[in-house]
């Protein structure tokens, strides 16, 4: 089972994939978790290239160019390899966050995008959580910590990135929840265990 969180910043994503992470591994699965970019040492090199600071202009292609470097590193190595031996794999961002950063936030074509992914042969996961929270919250929520380059970015910004979630979410309902991130804690964690848990049953039939 492969399993992605998307959100913007501050939405809660690493809480919720950290307790989703303990209460499947008290259920007997085992769990592998993902940061993407990253994970990988390829990976947290990209990774720390594409946050950094800089007065550099970046062209959205660029940043593709190196998430799917990362991504396509991530999937030989370590994804599909956990997937094989019967691990729920969660990943902290995954494909949808290309499409909701460089394309519905920076203007990139979704084509372009679409067919880097599909010439890398890359998995889509069976299922997705999005933790929808305003733009004007997400920016709340990280003020009182050190920015890196794209959470750095403009609250008109984060709002189109947050559409273009929730115009995934609406292209995809089969896959993605779409959550309310405003609600606890504990009524987030007990809502994405319980639909993961349906999920598992569902594959086991």
Do not use: W
Request: with cysteine; aromatic share 8%; proline share 2%.
């Amino acid at each position: 089972m492969f399993i992605s969180f998307e959100g913007i910043e501050g939405s809660g994503k690493s809480t919720q994939i950290n307790l989703l992470e303990s209460s499947l591994k008290d259920l007997g699965h085992s769990v592998k978790k993902l940061r993407e970019p990253g994970t990988t040492l390829l990976g947290e090199r990209i990774r720390e290239i594409f946050l950094e600071d800089t007065n550099e202009c970046i062209d959205p292609i660029t940043e593709a160019f190196l998430l799917y470097a990362s991504r396509k590193h991530l999937d030989q190595n370590i994804l599909r390899k956990n997937l094989d031996n019967g691990f729920v794999v969660i990943a902290d961002r995954y494909a949808d966050a290309t499409l909701a950063y460089q394309c519905y936030g920076k203007g990139l074509s979704a084509d372009f995008i679409d067919y880097i992914h599909e010439e890398s042969k890359l998995l889509t996961p069976d299922l997705t959580f999005y933790m929808d929270i305003s733009a004007k919250k997400s920016k709340e929520r990280i003020s009182h910590r050190e920015m890196d380059r794209m959470e750095s970015e403009s609250l008109e910004f984060f709002e189109k990135v947050r559409q273009g979630y929730l115009e995934i979410a609406v292209k995809s309902p089969g896959r993605v929840v779409c959550l309310d991130a405003n609600k606890s804690i504990e009524e987030l964690k007990t809502e994405i265990l319980n639909k993961t848990l349906e999920k598992i049953n569902d594959a086991m039939e």
